[in-house]
């Protein structure tokens, strides 16, 4: 029996059930879901923007595998540390959802045009609801007359707000809202080089120990090969520019063909005054080295006084209102 570590959350037991299912019918493992409350879950009633750290929903999984109480845990990867805690490995990625954020309007709002431009779908002034500093400071680009509010809460909490007159349109992954059912609730995608997407964003990691073989080979029949050069060369560059929840960082990596990625990045600073940019391509099978050479190209394109900034200040993002 092979007892899976996950978060409470819908999406979290949708991501972990995923998982069982891969592997019930792949190892024929059986499998059990082990519900755990992180630290990121005490603070429902928080803004993310004024509370630090990486691991905050990763954390008390990550314990529970050192402990032996749960043999693997699953995660959505952008919530990991690009660095893991010494015996941990990532064992599994499974192929990675529409990594992209969407936009999403009130239910009385009628559905927008087919290809209707991004910035005709929102009147003036809206007030939009986001808790990452990564969306506001891009999207502050798209939407400059914009106020962005902090919002938490599950899916179905997010909607409710909106659907109350809350917000004139929220931010979501739309993978979530893909897993959850709610394909129909997005208004628009969002291009990735608008918002680009949190490294790992869509993409579900599961972890185990570095020595438990018996976990490690059932995991890795059921690994994307694929998602997992994308989630490498992301996490590379992350580890590179030693990036965490509450720095605008967005990253993307894609299979331009079946041997070659292109990873793209941006930095971007809390004010929205500066940013930087970068691209490069790179074989597959050398992901984490193509991270890193994007990371140095962003360095040397100002980031790193960006990242400086941002973590000595530890300032609020302009218009995150807690």
């Known amino acids: ?121 929102l009147g003036r002034a809206p007030k939009i609801g986001t808790s990452s500093v990564r969306r506001v400071a891009q999207l502050h680009r798209a939407f400059p007359d914009a106020t962005f509010e902090a919002i938490r809460g599950n899916v179905d909490t997010r909607l409710r707000k909106l659907d109350e007159g809350q917000f004139d349109a929220i931010v979501l992954a739309a993978a979530g809202l893909r897993r959850l059912g709610f394909n129909d609730r997005i208004s628009a995608l969002i291009p990735a080089d608008v918002s680009v997407p949190a490294p790992g964003q869509g993409t579900i990691a599961v972890q185990s120990l570095a020595n438990r073989d018996d976990v490690r080979e059932p995991l890795a029949r059921i690994s994307d090969v694929d998602s997992w050069a994308m989630l490498e060369a992301e996490r590379a560059l992350v580890a590179a520019l030693g990036g965490g929840c509450q720095i605008p960082l967005g990253a993307l990596a894609r299979l331009v063909d079946a041997e070659t990625l292109e990873l793209s990045a ?56 807690p």
């Open 266 to 321: 941006v930095v971007t600073s809390l004010d929205e005054e500066h940013e930087v940019r970068a691209v490069a391509f790179g074989g597959r099978r050398e992901a984490a080295a193509l991270g890193n050479h994007v990371a140095e190209e962003l360095l040397d394109g100002g980031a790193g006084a960006i990242l400086e900034a941002i973590r000595d200040l530890q300032a609020p993002v302009k218009g995150l209102q």
């Open 1 to 121: 029996m092979l007892r899976i570590g996950t978060r409470g959350s819908q999406l979290a037991l949708w991501q972990a059930r995923a998982v069982a299912a891969q592997l019930e019918a792949t190892a024929h493992a059986r499998c059990e879901l082990v519900t755990i409350r992180t630290g990121g879950d005490r603070l429902a009633d928080a803004a993310l923007g004024e509370v630090s750290g990486k691991r905050l929903f990763v954390k008390e999984l990550e314990d529970a595998l050192v402990a032996g109480s749960i043999d693997l845990a699953v995660h959505s990867a952008k919530d990991m540390s690009a660095t893991l805690p010494d015996g941990l490995v990532l064992a599994a990625v499974l192929p990675r959802e529409d990594p992209r954020d969407a936009l999403i309007l009130p239910t009385s709002r009628r559905p927008p045009t087919a290809g209707a431009a991004l910035g005709s779908l």
